[in-house]
């Protein structure tokens, strides 16, 4: 076959143009080393929460992109100016919202050198040392966690991803019913599928069910005790109910530190309803499964090793920049049932390897293990624990000022380094709620720091994390002091 | 109600240990900056695919986890020594296989002020800065690609993940269905859904049929023709076939730039029959979208303003470090629809701000449109349509050479940057196969440059992708000199 090339004609003596020189970006990069350092050093001067509205950056910047190359100082430049000012701090000492975390020093190197390698591990040949070093900081992580041999970890962009992978591979472990190849829908013959989990779960589990057209509806939400903790009797009574009339128990998502109050739910009772049922065990430790490497925080959520898989992020609480999310399965031939596809051309010739792409829904890969082995190292597992004993430290101090103050309460148990809590002024429950609301939109104004709300059945609490590696004790005062004050003011 | 914390408790004086000391940090940054300029410098010095067996980076690492922390400069010795050297390059200029793309300089740099900030943009009030410039930057591409401005655009982190989504909108637009709610399976009145795509399309489309539990015997694979182009007659039988059949047509896949020949199913064709039959159609454009921006390239796409949802991957041809995958959509309301879910604790105050956790499964975001911008300004658009015409005309020059050589055959028109040839020696096609297998083996082995394979039809060919900054004429004449040679060695 003699094929013409279809495009238009251009000079073949033409030089290529390239990437920007290298000295130059040498130079830059430099430039860009003494900007990270800087901003490490003095982030605690920006307001945790820029004082921007909506559309403030964007009318800043040219409606269009430029026709002509720009110089890297000026981007630079413009960056200082325009981005670094008007972004929310998740770096800032005073971050306490959400679930606090840090991109530390190790992790930003780590980030650099893999946005240079540029590799996309999709299999083992197009990233070898990536492919293996993933392995290797997932099956550290395991060991100082604390988990069984035969856990297999991989890094996943989000918990989100983790927990759809985990309930895709559920959903395939029911054979009989061969979703992967007929689907589910115009199939008569299939019974509804149903996954439990707490009424505190976290809203990744309610998208992976819609997702994978499981449905809303067949995500039972389990109620949970006064500590907000799933009830097992609870649990087991919902899957008889809906084995009797006919719909197929799927999963059980247990969550090991729950978004609002970082709850442990009653994982051992769980898993052993689990077992006798057969259905599979999952387990949302994206918050707080990383703080199990310290053994006394590891007692307080038993049973972990019982999972048939694990998603937790060190992301979030083990300095670790966004993203990486750490999935550990019991069977990792299962994740590969349900999602494991090679077309012709990622075939290669290397046998019992394992190739990432195979774990999962995306085929593209970043290098992320990078950045993960670079903080365990820099910290080592002596270094993690002192930190994570340390957010926890800050915590209860701040639990026991809360208890110890009239017109404040705390709302939940703190297992780890998570504080709900909130002003008990003497007026009806809505109010409260509203007086609640004024509260924090009073506090973070402050811009020192920045707390986040939940609601705990009808009250809206104040939800006060520790989890960035710059918070101090004096922070902590600093909140404490001006949540007193504003409280003070606003009841008037 | 009074909470005593449930921790042991710890020594309040103690001093929080932070993050690395700032001037340790900057040191090892600085050094950090020189190791990727050396690094992008001198990456032509290593082969394209390390020497190495499968486990031997592992081997050379320790089983476990340091106890104590290590020291920066130990870290990066080890990186240099045991991971750089180990990796497949793709930044390497003879990197030539599947789709070849560049980590570029400005891409580095964006990326390490990204793990700096460490934002998570999930709603605009965590990261407002982020949030914009992720909107503005997907409209100058849009622009640039003569899309229309209706078209939203926003970051994810592979074409995989973004066509999961828009299946997932088009599924969620079968509103009678009600399948968010309800879910797929145990409810016998709903018909089986049906995704269409070519014989030819991506991979991903069979993985989002089965995550999304469609199944992946209700994607059909529509026949090509000789030039691989999905044949829109064929379609429409399929769809009339369907319907005919009780079955529900969910969304037609037009792939623009195959995987394998990079071929352009004929779009406009293709979305009159969507309109016509009310059927959502999403474009993978993942390889070849970017090069829209080059109006004599966008002329071999026609159509792509017709679509509900496209997906172009700025991380494979617009030099952009991985993970940069843009999916735009008509109505941005339907990805919402789909996919959108506010828990309480993310509820905040701004009102019609874009929160992008409401565009898709993952809550978590990183700052990916940060590099995005650093790379579209440092190079403009009139270098980046300089850099893709570039590596459109080496193709050609390439395809020039085959063409011209007596033993060779080019296998598939050219429409891009990317030929798929094959060597013809006389002997029967399963054992051409073989040869070229093995052609490609010994070639690869050389080391200075990496191609590919695929399959079309039965016969087996070889794949070479121009799209990183550093390759040359001067490399690709050493590949096509190395090719002929080892052609000639095993032909004896």
């Known amino acids: 076959m003699k094929i013409a090339a279809q495009q238009p004609a251009a000079?073949?003596?033409?030089?290529?143009?390239?990437?920007?020189?290298?000295?130059?970006?040498?130079?830059?990069?430099?430039?860009v080393a003494?900007?990270?350092?800087?901003?490490?050093?003095?982030?605690?001067?920006?307001?945790?929460?820029?004082?921007?509205?909506?559309?403030?950056v964007r009318r800043a910047l040219p409606p269009s992109g430029p026709a002509a190359a720009e110089p890297l100082d000026a981007i630079l430049d413009d960056y200082q100016r325009l981005i670094e000012p008007n972004t929310t701090h998740w770096n800032h000492p005073g971050f306490m919202a959400y679930f606090a975390n840090t991109g530390s020093a190790p992790g930003i190197m780590g980030e650099a050198l893999a946005a240079a390698l540029n590799v996309n591990a999709m299999l083992w040949r197009?990233?070898?040392?990536?492919?293996?070093?993933?392995?290797?900081?997932c099956d550290w992580l395991r060991q100082w966690m604390g988990l069984p041999a035969e856990f297999k970890g991989h890094i996943n962009d989000t918990a989100s991803i983790g927990s759809l992978l985990a309930l895709g591979a559920a959903r395939a472990r029911l054979r009989d019913l061969q979703i992967r190849q007929k689907g589910m829908a115009g199939r008569p013959e299939l019974p509804a599928l149903r996954v439990y989990a707490s009424e505190h779960a976290h809203s990744s589990i309610d998208k992976a069910c819609l997702t994978l057209g499981v449905g809303l509806e067949?995500?039972?939400?389990?109620?949970?005790?006064?500590?907000?903790?799933?009830?097992?009797?609870?649990l087991a009574a919902a899957i008889a109910e809906d084995k009797a009339a006919g719909r197929r128990p799927m999963a059980v998502v247990a969550t090991v530190g729950t978004t609002s109050t970082t709850s442990v739910d009653p994982v051992p009772a769980i898993a052993e309803l689990c077992r006798r049922e057969q259905v599979w065990l999952h387990v949302d430790a994206a918050y707080a499964g990383v703080a199990a490497i310290c053994p006394e925080l590891r007692a307080q959520m038993p049973g972990l090793e019982q999972a048939d898989s694990l998603v937790t992020n060190p992301h979030k609480w083990l300095f670790v920049p966004?993203?990486?999310?750490?999935?550990?399965v019991r069977d990792e031939h299962a994740l590969k049932?349900?999602?494991?596809?090679?077309?012709?051309?990622?075939?290669?010739?290397?046998?019992?390897?394992?190739n990432l792409m195979d774990l999962?829904?995306?085929?593209?890969?970043?290098?992320?293990?990078?950045?993960?082995w670079m903080v365990f190292r820099a910290f080592g597992l002596e270094g993690l624990q002192a930190r994570i004993r340390g957010h926890c430290g800050l915590a209860r101090e701040f639990a026991a000022w809360v208890e110890a103050e009239p017109g404040f309460e705390l709302c939940a148990p703190i297992p780890f380094s998570t504080v709900c809590f909130r002003a008990t002024p003497p007026m009806p429950p809505a109010a409260?709620?509203?007086?609640?609301?004024?509260?924090?939109?009073?506090?973070?104004?402050?811009?020192?720091?920045?707390?986040?709300?939940?609601?705990?059945?009808?009250r809206l609490v104040l939800r006060l994390c520790v989890g960035n590696l710059r918070t101090s004790r004096e922070l902590l005062r600093t909140a404490w002091r001006v949540l007193r004050e504003k409280c003070a003011e606003l009841r008037g």
Chains 1, 2 share one sequence.
Request: glycine content about 6%.
């Open 337 to 354: 049932e349900a999602f494991s596809l090679v077309p012709e051309y990622l075939r290669t010739s290397e046998s019992r390897v394992t």
């Open 11 to 31: 000079s073949p003596a033409e030089p290529q143009p390239g990437d920007i020189p290298v000295e130059v970006f040498r130079q830059a990069m430099h430039r």
């Open 218 to 234: 067949n995500l039972r939400k389990i109620p949970a005790d006064q500590a907000y903790r799933m009830d097992p009797a609870a």
């Open 432 to 458: 409260q709620n509203d007086f609640n609301e004024r509260l924090l939109a009073a506090a973070n104004s402050d811009g020192s720091f920045f707390l986040s709300h939940t609601k705990l059945g009808e």
């Open 34 to 56: 003494d900007m990270i350092a800087d901003y490490l050093s003095n982030v605690a001067e920006y307001p945790v929460v820029p004082r921007i509205s909506p559309g403030d």
């Open 126 to 137: 197009t990233g070898p040392a990536p492919t293996e070093l993933e392995g290797l900081t």
């Open 360 to 372: 999962g829904v995306q085929l593209g890969r970043r290098f992320r293990a990078l950045k993960m």
């Open 322 to 328: 966004v993203d990486c999310s750490v999935l550990f």
